[in-house]
């Protein structure tokens, strides 16, 4: 299966605190994209990882691509409120990144001041 | 730069109307991108094109129709509106030529479609 399951579905935490969100499936895939959504708005490209193992940073945002390239996670450093979103991540559909998704059911974050 | 404008944000619609929801982009894009998006369901393809006069079908394009006349235009065309139609519809499109080809999709802000 293609499929991408993400956990937690739901998170609440306080400012200040630390998060890992998951992102897997059972097949292997070529690259994976973490994007976030923020309410009435489209979502927006924050990373992506291609290489099995790879480690990016983004400010506090610190994405992993496993070894055997059939998961991801996201990590968040001393969660800010304007952290609060749904955050998707997304593999191609096939072989190559032409942007046709398979996403997964995202993860909503919610950071209390 | 206005990116990808989709029209309009919110339809209320009965069963068995019709409409079409409009996207247009001004960056020049190859790829554009039709996706739906349903609570904790994450998005699914429905439509795409890789260019003008090219369309396919994606994941579920059942009671949805697109055209792609031009480089900058792709709107979704519901035929006889179902309740399973309510969604969120998002438009995407991508540059995916040689040097620019990122992989990153740019979205619309959305078209809220509710079926009764």
């Known amino acids: 299966t293609q499929l991408l399951e993400q956990s937690p579905q739901f998170l609440s935490i306080q400012e200040g605190e630390n998060l890992t969100v998951y992102c897997n499936s059972s097949s292997v895939f070529s690259s994976l994209q973490w994007y976030r959504q923020e309410p009435g708005e489209g979502p927006v490209l924050l990373v992506t990882?291609?290489?099995?193992?790879e480690v990016k940073k983004l400010k506090r945002l610190t994405f992993q691509f496993g070894d055997a390239r059939k998961d991801s996670s996201l990590h968040i450093t001393a969660a800010q409120p304007g952290d609060t979103g749904l955050y998707l991540c997304?593999?191609?559909?096939?072989?190559?990144?032409?942007?046709?998704?398979?996403f997964g059911q995202g993860t909503t974050l919610q950071v209390k001041p | 730069n206005a990116g990808v404008t989709q029209t309009p944000k919110f339809r209320i619609l009965k069963i068995g109307q019709s409409m079409t929801l409009q996207c247009a982009q001004d960056m020049n894009h190859n790829y554009m991108y039709w996706y739906r998006q349903d609570p904790g369901m994450g998005l699914k393809l429905i439509y795409y094109?890789?260019?003008?006069?090219?369309?396919d079908k994606g994941e579920v394009p059942n009671g949805y129709n697109v055209s792609r006349s031009t480089t900058e235009d792709f709107p979704l065309r519901l035929e006889l509106a179902a309740p399973s139609q309510t969604s969120v519809y998002f438009c995407a499109s991508s540059p995916f030529s040689g040097a620019k080809n990122t992989g990153e999709l740019f979205f619309g802000e959305g078209s809220r479609l509710t079926v009764l």
């Open positions: 997304a593999r191609p559909r096939g072989s190559s990144n032409t942007g046709k998704l398979i």
């Open positions: 094109s890789v260019g003008a006069g090219i369309t």
């Open positions: 990882v291609v290489t099995g193992g």
